[in-house]
C-alpha cells in the first residue's frame, strides 16, 4: 500500500504565479483534505473534498481552489500567490467518520 | 481563533520515563481528538485516538485521556524511546475538519 502521495515534493514560484499541487489518496479511501502548515505551527485545514466536492472549508481566500477527480485523488491550486503562500501543503485522506486522517509527505512550496 | 492549544513547545525526558504531553481546546463541539507525530520532511503519522464519549483510549506505550468538563486531552508515552523524539501535534475533529495544535517537540534523552 503505498499510502497517500503528494507531487511535487518541492516548488519553487514567484509571486502572482499559480501553482497547482497534486494528491493521491491511501487506497480504499474516499475523501481528501488539505492542510497548510506554515514554519512552527500546526497545520491548518483550508478545504475538504467528498465525492467530487467541496464539503467543508477553512478561512482561506477564494484563490485557494480544488478539484477531486472520480479516481478520488485531488489537486490544490493556488493563483496570484503571495510571499505569504509559503508553507508546507499536506494532503490527508480518510474514509468514513471519525477516523484518522493519513498524511502524505507534503509538498514545500515557497513563493520568491 | 485558536482553539487546539499545546501550551508546551518543548519536552525533554530520559529515555524509559514517562513523557507527558497536554492539550487544552476551546471549541464544545469537538467530537473525536487524535495525537499525530511528525519527522522532519515527513508528513504527521497518526497515533492514537480518543471518541468524545470517551475519557481514555490505550494503545501499547501510548494512551490518551480526555476530560471533557475541563477541556484538557494529554498523552502519555511510556517508556519513552529514543525513537519517540519528535513533534508531537494535538487535533480536534468539528464536522469534518481537523483543527490542530502549534506541536510539542519531544526529545528524549539517553
Known amino acids: 500500500d503505498a499510502g497517500v502521495t503528494q507531487s511535487p515534493t518541492h516548488l519553487i514560484k514567484t509571486r502572482g504565479q499559480q501553482v497547482t499541487l497534486r494528491c493521491s489518496p491511501k487506497?480504499?479511501?474516499?475523501?481528501v483534505s488539505w492542510y497548510q502548515q506554515a514554519l512552527g505551527q500546526g497545520p491548518q485545514f483550508i478545504f475538504q473534498?467528498?465525492?467530487?466536492?467541496?464539503?467543508q472549508r477553512g478561512n482561506f481566500p477564494d484563490r485557494f481552489s480544488g478539484h477531486q477527480f472520480p479516481n478520488y485523488s485531488s489537486e490544490l491550486n493556488v493563483n496570484a500567490l503571495l510571499l505569504g503562500d509559503s508553507a508546507l501543503y499536506l494532503c490527508?485522506?480518510?474514509?468514513?467518520?471519525?477516523?484518522?486522517?493519513?498524511f502524505g509527505q507534503g509538498t514545500r512550496l515557497t513563493v520568491v | 481563533d485558536q482553539q487546539v492549544k499545546q501550551n508546551s513547545p518543548s519536552l525533554s525526558v530520559q529515555e524509559g520515563r514517562i513523557s507527558i504531553l497536554n492539550c487544552d481546546y476551546t471549541?464544545?463541539?469537538?467530537?473525536?481528538f487524535l495525537w499525530y507525530k511528525k519527522y522532519p520532511a515527513e508528513g504527521p503519522t497518526f497515533l492514537i485516538s480518543?471518541?468524545?464519549?470517551?475519557d481514555k483510549n490505550e494503545d501499547g506505550r501510548f494512551t490518551v485521556f480526555l476530560n471533557k468538563s475541563a477541556k484538557h486531552l494529554s498523552l502519555h508515552i511510556v517508556p519513552s524511546q529514543p525513537g519517540d523524539s519528535a513533534v508531537y501535534f494535538c487535533?480536534?475533529?468539528?464536522?469534518?475538519?481537523?483543527?490542530f495544535g502549534a506541536g510539542t517537540t519531544v526529545t528524549v534523552r539517553a
Open positions: 490527508a485522506s480518510s474514509f468514513g467518520v471519525n477516523t484518522e486522517a493519513f
Open positions: 487506497s480504499g479511501h474516499d475523501t
Open positions: 473534498y467528498y465525492e467530487e466536492e467541496e464539503r
Open positions: 471549541n464544545s463541539m469537538f467530537d473525536y
Open positions: 480518543i471518541s468524545s464519549i470517551k
Open positions: 487535533a480536534a475533529k468539528d464536522d469534518y475538519k481537523l483543527s
